[in-house]
Nanobody, 116 residues
Framework: QVQLVESGGGLVQPGGSLRLSCAAS????????MGWHRQAPGKERELVAF???????QYAESVKGRFTISRDNTKRTVYLQMNGLRPDDTAVYYC??????????WGQGTQVIVSS
């Protein structure tokens, strides 16, 4: 059984910052991709950012320059530092990982609300 536990969501004013964390636990021996998707009300889930096992990263155009993804492989944890938050960043943020065999696992999601 593999579990992903997210933390760090909440309510923040426009222009503010939040840091999301996601820790993987359970029967998993290696991880290829770790990252984040988000789903806003009435919209489809979309990619935010991911990190490959070699440390390279990829971001959605809408968050480039504002969000930074990082990971600690020894702790099997991925982080998402979000700066310059905007109301359209409001969404449920889902952590995920993909094993080298291509199997995906998802967290339960953490709510981020950007509002004054």
């Amino acid at each position: 059984q593999v579990q992903l536990v997210e933390s760090g969501g909440g309510l923040v004013q426009p222009g503010g910052s939040l840091r999301l964390s996601c820790a993987a636990s359970g029967s998993i021996f290696s991880i290829n991709f770790m990252g984040w998707h988000r789903q806003a009300p009435g919209k489809e889930r979309e990619l935010v950012a991911f990190s490959r096992v070699d440390g390279s990263t990829q971001y959605a155009e809408s968050v480039k320059g504002r969000f930074t993804i990082s990971r600690d492989n020894t702790k099997r944890t991925v982080y998402l530092q979000m700066n310059g938050l905007r109301p359209d960043d409001t969404a449920v943020y889902y952590c995920y990982l993909v094993t080298p065999e291509g199997r995906p696992y998802w967290g339960q999601g953490t709510q981020v609300i950007v509002s004054s």
